[in-house]
């Protein structure tokens, strides 16, 4: 079994790292942004987010038929289990954050008739169940996926933390070649 990840999935990694930070940070700012600035910054975060959905699900399908290289040697039963389960989380809050976000956009008071346009191009389409609502039944379906996309992101910064933590540490305090794996090149 190698010990690298291919090629396709440190692209994929690093181009969904990107994604995610562009909209961790972006999302932490809109309440600093005027009212203009804040509408483009908004669309531009949609963006980002249905494409970090569409690489992570690359991701997923490509990990299915190439599976990972396995564990590093040294990494204790504990480091194992903690390591797997950061791993699985990022998975699914980063299948979850932008599912809820795009709900969330398409339960807006403003999203009928009309989805977002990705990178002022690219047409997308609202979820459908959102216009048979009243005005009250859809500001609340609004305001709860909201709070579940607030919430999971900041679990993801958390997750996050943990992960490059752990891959500082094996590659800088234990010695073991972490970094290399989900790099570019020998």
């Not at 999935?9 to 809109?30: P, T, Y």
């Not at 976000?101 to 989805?115: E, M, R």
């Not at 959102?130 to 607030?150: I, K, M, N, W």
């Amino acid at each position: 079994m190698t010990e690298r990840y291919s090629k396709l999935a440190v692209v994929l990694h690093w181009l969904i790292a990107i994604g995610i930070f562009l909209n961790l940070k972006s999302g932490l700012g809109f309440d600093d942004l005027p009212k203009d600035q804040a509408a483009a910054a908004f669309a531009f975060h949609e963006s980002i987010g249905i494409s970090v959905l569409g690489l992570v699900v690359l991701r997923v399908l490509w990990r299915m038929g190439n599976p990972p290289p396995a564990p590093l040697a040294n990494l204790k039963p504990l480091e194992r289990r903690v390591s797997l389960g950061i791993h699985h989380l990022l998975y699914l809050l980063s299948v979850l954050i932008p599912l809820s976000g795009w709900l969330t956009a398409s339960a807006h008071k403003d999203a009928g008739g009309h989805g977002m346009v990705l990178f002022n191009k690219v047409p997308w389409f609202n979820f459908p169940g959102f216009g048979g609502l009243g005005d009250p039944a859809r500001h609340q379906a609004h305001e709860l996926l909201g709070a579940v996309h607030s919430a999971c992101a900041w679990v993801i910064m958390a997750a996050l933390v943990l992960h490059v933590g752990g891959a500082l540490k094996h590659q800088f305090i234990d010695r073991e070649k972490m970094l290399q794996r989900m790099w570019f090149g020998r």
